[in-house]
């Protein structure tokens, strides 16, 4: 019987695919980069093809490695959910499950969830990465994530995703903003002001425009941040208003700011809080269950 590429040996092409540079790629499998390479070598080897072009600045997949890496990857996903099916095989919560988390949710749900998790299930170790959607996306589907925590709808080719629940906006001004003696607000009322956003990249700056049927031409821009925190502190300070999902509102994010609140009155002023997998992953059932867990330690 003739040899086969071993598992280890397209882990090893598929990190210098991704990072697209050897000491990169050796980082991430946590071995040298000669152990890396050699392992590579031996790959291209036992295929008979060259996978990858090296030069002195940088790392190019030929056609045939690009198509090897599409096919690896396919299988080490094959892998992964062989394993997850045995898992599910066993008592749910008794193995490990690596989840992915919105920055803007991250704070809020994660420290309750964590909580709950190791009083409930001691036996479950929960792997947490907070990261943008996208590149969590991307991770999912690199199959680096079991599961995802996230604002939806987020556009995403081969998952399935539940809704846990929603989560509500409230507008948030200085006490010397016009705004700030009005009982309720409406989604026009938006238009022409300085609203502070998160950056690009951020699904809640999109679910914010997307909620109030707005486009970036209807405001006005003053500051784009990184951060809630610094985004709370600027309003504070009177630079502009923004708009603040519910579980922030209800979580320490406001503690010491002096920062008026005020509802919207269509309650449709919102976005959707869920979880999202990989298409016919074997783990659905335990991912649900754990949804349920989430929503229980929801502060909203």
């Given amino acids: ?32 980069q000669s152990t890396l390479s050699a392992g590579i070598s031996e790959l291209e080897d036992l295929l008979g093809v060259v996978l990858i072009e ?10 045939i490695g690009a198509e090897v890496v599409r096919r690896a990857r396919a299988t080490l996903l094959e892998i992964e959910d062989l394993m997850a099916v045995c ?3 066993q008592k749910p ?31 479950f170790q929960l792997l947490i990465r907070e990261d943008l959607s996208g590149h969590l996306v991307d991770a999912l589907h ?44 409406l989604p026009d009322d938006l238009r022409g002001q300085d609203l502070l ?10 679910h914010v425009l997307e909620a109030c049927n707005l486009a970036l031409d209807d405001v006005s821009l003053p500051f784009q941040a990184t951060s809630l925190n610094t985004i709370v502190q600027m309003v ?23 920062v008026s609140l005020k509802p919207f009155a269509a309650e449709s002023i919102s976005r959707d809080i869920g979880l999202m997998w990989r298409k016919k992953s ?19």
Avoid at 3 to 31: E, I, M
Avoid at 96 to 114: E, K, N, Q, S, Y
Wanted: hydrophobic fraction near 45%; charge should be negative.
């Fill in 1 to 32: 019987m003739s040899r086969q590429p071993t598992l280890k040996q397209l882990r090893y092409l598929l990190a210098v695919a991704d990072a697209g540079h050897f000491g990169q790629a050796a980082k991430a499998c946590f071995v040298s």
């Fill in 54 to 63: 090296r030069t002195s600045r940088s790392v190019l997949l030929t056609d």
């Fill in 87 to 89: 898992d599910a095989s």
């Fill in 93 to 123: 919560f008794t193995g490990r499950m690596r989840l992915g988390v919105i920055p803007t949710v991250a704070p809020f749900l994660l420290p309750p969830l964590m909580k709950k998790v190791r009083d409930t299930y001691p036996d």
């Fill in 142 to 185: 690199k199959g680096e994530l079991d599961l995802l925590l996230l604002a939806l709808p987020f556009d995403a080719e081969n998952v399935d995703s539940a809704v846990l629940f929603e989560d509500r906006f409230w507008f948030a001004c200085s006490d010397q903003h016009v705004l700030h003696t009005r009982e309720s607000l």
């Fill in 197 to 206: 956003l998160l950056e690009d990249g951020h699904c809640l700056r999109d």
């Fill in 236 to 258: 504070a300070s009177g630079i502009g208003v923004t708009l603040l999902p519910q579980m922030a509102v209800n979580g320490s994010l406001l503690s010491g700011v002096d």
């Fill in 282 to 300: 074997p783990r659905v059932f335990e991912y649900r269950a754990l949804g349920e867990l989430v929503s229980s330690v929801n502060p909203g």
